[in-house]
Nanobody
């Protein structure tokens, strides 16, 4: 199982970014997919998750109302649309997959991880 993130970059407060994660291997509808992030000097935190069936999503408090997670079954990708970005959203964003379809929010539930993509929000 391989996960490859893309779409990070340097943006200004209020801007939007769309992160993508390409998956390979046996990942798909039996795997829940999620985004976590880690800011400098902080622990990795949950951002969003989508279930294997694409029927359930959960968001961390910092993402609610601004971020949207979605999965593309044909392309086997998962996206994170981030709107109204704030400086506190600056972090490395990681795509992750768990060997099970149920959406979970704890980091320990996820077995597979990408290398991460840097998002920097600064004026």
């Amino acid at each position: 199982v391989h996960l490859t993130e893309s779409g990070g970059g340097l943006v200004q407060p209020g801007d939007s970014l769309r992160l993508s994660c390409a998956t390979s291997g046996r990942v798909w509808d039996t795997y829940a997919l999620a985004w976590f992030r880690q800011a400098p000097g902080k622990e990795r935190e949950f951002v969003a998750v989508v279930s294997g069936s694409d029927t359930t999503t959960y968001y961390g408090d910092s993402a609610k109302g601004r971020f949207t997670i979605s999965r593309d079954n044909k392309k086997k990708t998962v996206h994170l649309q981030m709107n109204n970005l704030k400086p506190e959203d600056t972090a490395i964003y990681y795509c992750s997959a768990r060997d099970g379809p149920v959406a979970r929010t704890e980091e320990s539930a996820f077995k597979f991880w990408g290398q991460g993509t840097q998002v920097t929000v600064s004026s």
